[in-house]
């Protein structure tokens, strides 16, 4: 199954062909949803909660009413 390198590099393929295999390469290094997350600037991870009560949650972990 394996094909030597200069057969491959001789071997005429068309621009979609092209395309699809070089897409597929880009898909198997990068991942999958790398690519979604770049392409729609959105983290993939929903589980981060904004607490904003409790300790460390404002400027030194004290209150902002405190004095």
Do not use: Q, W
């Not at 062909?17 to 990068?30: H, K, P, R, Y």
């Not at 991942?31 to 300790?55: F, P, R």
Request: hydrophobic residues 40%.
């Amino acid at each position: 199954m394996k094909t030597p390198l200069p057969a491959l590099m001789e071997k005429e393929v068309s621009r979609g062909e092209f395309l699809s295999v070089v897409g597929l390469a880009v898909m198997s290094i990068f991942g999958l949803g790398a690519i979604i997350k770049l392409l729609t600037g959105k983290s993939l991870d929903n589980h981060h909660v904004l607490n904003s009560s409790g300790y460390s949650s404002s400027a030194y972990g004290g209150r902002p009413d405190s004095r």
